[in-house]
């Protein structure tokens, strides 16, 4: 019996997950989507064009794939419904590849005010948020106030909508937050009754069948292990568990049927929005990083905050999810770096350590080693074996330092710039 293989994000997001899931989706025949919701966006190029996804796992272009948006994702059914729209424009049968699960909770246009108004209240102490409403969403999950992809086909759904709406009205009141909710909540139940074309499934069920039925599932993670809920650089997480295990949880498959698991990095580190990021360069290196590197954010359009690797969060990344193979993005962007540097330990209030510490609030100050950069383009190397050597010496020294393989090198944001060794 196959197992479900994992790809997910080793630093804080935007690690490329999309270009890679569509490069790894050849070998699968389902794709699902686990957690998080349309604050996320994986972008991908081919073909000469571009595409961004916020909702619908990255294999809806593959001919005779199913894609399941699992019970762990939440739904925000105006986004969903433009992406669909998008995606049926360019030619996408997306009805005959998608499966929503019956338990994905929605997001509410009011949802999305709670999360306006919270983060504007809290002035400089943001968390960056997204302000798609899916922390307040997440909130209703737990607070087991929300409302369900299944609960749409319930005569009832109004009224419960209505109540929930009201609820959060009267949490609103406490902001001193003015809006307006009546032309998105138009488009919201427009696009519930769009909702309605698609194949609404028990996603567990479906999941645990095609496992059985010894189909090749690939579990698609979004945002990244360092903004993970519990284990992330708390508060300036996510509100969902972006880890491997959030697999087990955002699909129902059991901890045993969890295969290869492909942690995604880039050959540096970028962060949006809030939040400690013990390597961030303020300097000529960090604007070249982020020039070169086209670093500004596939749902937010924000400018990314750039800097070296940082391989004591990504041992950490790599501990926690059982990493099996290391996919690296974007080696082409340090093309023309003298000094690449990585950061090995830090030193916090002095005392040096490897380990990811719990107050991140504090001064951390990297360790830093450096690298001699291979000053050359690399964006039309097709084999490992013609790497110029210092790219090899970066690649297995990261290898050595997690015990884990660089499977797959990209070299370029086309699908056919990527290396598998």
């Known amino acids: 019996m196959k197992k479900v293989d994992v790809v997910l994000g080793l630093q804080w997001g935007d690690e490329g997950k999309g270009k890679v899931v569509d490069v790894l989706t050849p070998k699968y025949q389902v794709i ?9 966006g994986h972008s991908l190029h081919f073909s000469d064009r571009s595409y961004v ?3 619908i796992p990255s294999g809806i272009f593959r001919d005779g794939s199913v894609n399941v948006i699992g019970n762990g994702v939440v739904i925000d059914p105006v986004i969903l419904s433009q992406e669909i729209a998008e995606l049926e424009a360019s030619g996408v049968d997306v009805a005959s590849k998608l499966l929503v699960s019956r338990k994905a909770h929605l997001i509410l246009p009011t949802h999305r005010m709670l999360d306006a108004a919270s983060e504007a209240a809290k002035g400089g102490a943001k968390i960056g948020s997204t302000l798609k409403g899916i922390g307040p969403t997440y909130m209703d999950k737990t607070g ?6 299944g609960d749409i086909l319930s005569p009832e759904f109004p009224e419960r909508y209505r109540k929930l709406r009201e609820k959060h009205e009267h949490m609103l009141k406490q902001y001193d937050f003015r809006y307006d909710i009546a032309e998105y909540e138009r488009e919201w139940f427009a696009g519930i009754e769009n909702l309605k074309r698609f194949r609404l499934v028990e996603s567990e069920y479906a999941v645990n069948r095609f ?8 579990a698609e993670g979004a945002q990244g292990s360092m903004l993970d809920i519990d284990f992330g650089t708390y508060p300036f997480v996510t509100s969902s568990n972006t880890l491997c295990a959030g697999v087990c949880t955002g699909l129902g498959v059991a901890p045993s049927r969890i295969g290869n698991v492909y942690g995604i ?3 540096y580190c970028t962060r949006v929005g809030s939040g400690p990021f013990p390597t961030e360069l303020f300097d000529g290196d960090g604007e070249k990083l982020r020039e070169i590197g086209r670093e500004f954010g596939a749902t937010t359009g924000r400018p990314r905050r750039c ?4 391989m004591v969060a990504l041992k950490y990344s790599v501990m926690m999810n059982g990493v099996t193979g290391l996919i690296m993005m974007k080696a082409d962007v340090m093309n023309d770096f003298d000094t690449i540097r990585v950061a090995t330990a830090y030193k916090v209030d002095g005392v040096e350590t490897s380990e990811f510490p719990f107050e991140t609030g504090g001064k951390i100050e990297p360790v830093y080693k450096d690298f001699k950069g291979w000053k050359c383009n690399i964006n039309n190397i ?10 090899k010496t970066y690649v297995e020294y990261i290898e050595r330092e997690t015990g884990v393989p660089v499977v797959i090198i990209s070299v370029g944001p086309d699908r056919e710039e990527t290396i598998v060794r």
């Open 32 to 40: 699902a989507r686990f957690q998080g919701g349309p604050n996320a």
């Open 53 to 55: 996804l916020h909702t």
């Open 144 to 149: 087991r106030n929300g409302l369900r992809v």
């Open 211 to 218: 496992v059985e039925e010894n189909k090749a599932v690939l």
């Open 265 to 267: 990095f880039k050959a």
């Open 307 to 310: 800097g070296w690797l940082d």
């Open 382 to 391: 097709r084999r490992y074996e013609d790497f110029p050597a210092e790219l």
